[in-house]
């Protein structure tokens, strides 16, 4: 079994390696579009196999779909990351046009293959992919919302001082500063919800965190972060080849659930061997709606960009 990964960058290639430490396929094909990147960070990732103890071949290429070719799932991560100071929306107008093609080339050697989006500004890039690939809306997948629950766990568990494990928590919304929802009412700590830990100013100071979360590695980084977006992005290629049948926030085509209609947003689904095969609903409290009425407005916003 094959997994593709385009842009072999910082993200394309975290998500290469913890598919082969994961061993989720057979091959995991690196494509990008710099001549010999992909070739090269493909060579340095299988002379980790004896260290590292796995035995999935990854194939680096330039430009060859051909070597994509039947692949079970393709991840897409090609496009320009932000600098500090800079808002993911802003990326539209560079990364739009390199995920169209992307997906084209994807889709004339993959056929049947599950995309997982990760470009930025991701929510409308999954959007233009549903868009321009004709795909069933649950083969494609864009990965924000699982990254975004890993940081919100991270920062409630900081503020517990506790083991990530033991708490759970879901962002939903679109993937961007203002517009993530941390679903700070239904998070639990060892099954009792935070708000019996944490006061009200703290949830608040959380959940904020949460939302810059990608600007403050920016910050730190000098370009946007790639440890955590690589395990999310292989986290949802897991769900899927292993057939986990996991809840994950992401961000998929909605026909009517939480309200909204033609828009891909992150919400609660549950991920499988066929994609993204249901929505849960959460029941949202009023307070809730506004926050994801709003989020939903400002993708759409970001949508009409698109010459479709
Ligand atoms: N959704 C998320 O949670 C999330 C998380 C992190 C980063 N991102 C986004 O992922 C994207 C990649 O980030 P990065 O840090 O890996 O950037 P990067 O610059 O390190 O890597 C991007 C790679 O894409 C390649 N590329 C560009 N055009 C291409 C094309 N037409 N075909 C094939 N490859 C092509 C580049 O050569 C480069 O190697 C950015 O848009 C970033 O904002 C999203
Ligand atoms: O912050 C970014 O621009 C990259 C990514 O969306 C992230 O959240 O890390």
């Known amino acids: 079994m094959k997994v593709t990964v385009v842009g072999a960058g910082n993200?394309?290639?975290?998500?290469?390696?913890?598919?082969?430490?994961?061993?989720?396929?057979?091959?995991?094909?690196?494509?990008?579009?710099?001549?010999?990147?992909?070739?090269?960070?493909?060579m340095d990732l299988n002379q980790c196999a004896t260290l590292n103890g796995f035995n999935t071949k990854v194939v680096g290429t330039t430009g060859d779909y051909s070597k994509t070719a039947g692949s079970k799932v393709v991840v897409i991560t090609s496009g320009i990351p932000r600098k500090p100071g800079m808002t993911r929306e802003e990326l539209i107008g560079t990364n739009v046009g390199i995920v169209k093609?992307?997906?084209?080339?994807?889709?004339?050697?993959?056929?049947?293959?599950?995309?997982?989006?990760?470009?930025?500004?991701?929510?409308?890039?999954?959007?233009?992919?549903?868009?321009?690939?004709g795909l069933p809306k649950n083969r494609v997948i864009g990965m924000g919302g699982t990254?975004?629950?890993?940081?919100?766990?991270?920062?409630?568990?900081?503020?517990?001082?506790?083991?990530?494990?033991?708490?759970?928590?879901?962002?939903?919304?679109?993937?961007?500063?203002?517009?993530?929802?941390?679903?700070?009412?239904?998070?639990?700590?060892?099954s009792t919800p935070v708000s019996n830990y944490l006061s009200e100013e703290k949830l608040e100071e959380v959940a904020k965190a949460t939302m810059v979360g990608g600007a403050t590695l920016t910050g730190l980084l000098g370009t946007s972060a790639w440890y955590a977006p690589g395990a999310a992005g292989a986290a949802v290629v897991e769900a899927i080849v292993r057939d986990q049948k996991k809840l994950m926030s992401a961000s998929v085509y909605l026909e009517g659930e939480y309200g909204q209609e033609d828009i891909c947003v992150g919400v609660p689904v549950i991920i499988g061997k066929d994609?993204?095969?249901?929505?849960?609903?959460?029941?949202?409290?009023?307070?809730?709606?506004?926050?994801?009425?709003?989020?939903?407005?400002a993708v759409r916003k970001m949508n009409d960009a698109l010459e479709l």
């Open 11 to 42: 993200v394309g290639a975290s998500v290469a390696e913890y598919c082969a430490m994961k061993e989720l396929a057979d091959e995991v094909v690196l494509l990008d579009i710099k001549e010999g990147f992909a070739e090269g960070k493909a």
């Open 101 to 133: 093609t992307v997906t084209e080339n994807l889709i004339k050697h993959s056929p049947d293959a599950i995309l997982v989006v990760i470009s930025n500004p991701m929510d409308t890039m999954t959007y233009l992919s549903a868009k321009s690939s």
């Open 147 to 190: 990254l975004d629950s890993s940081r919100f766990r991270y920062r409630l568990a900081e503020a517990l001082d506790c083991n990530p494990n033991d708490v759970q928590g879901v962002v939903i919304g679109g993937h961007g500063d203002t517009t993530m929802i941390p679903l700070t009412r239904l998070a639990t700590y060892n």
């Open 275 to 297: 994609g993204w095969e249901e929505v849960i609903d959460f029941k949202l409290n009023d307070e809730e709606k506004a926050k994801f009425e709003a989020s939903a407005a």
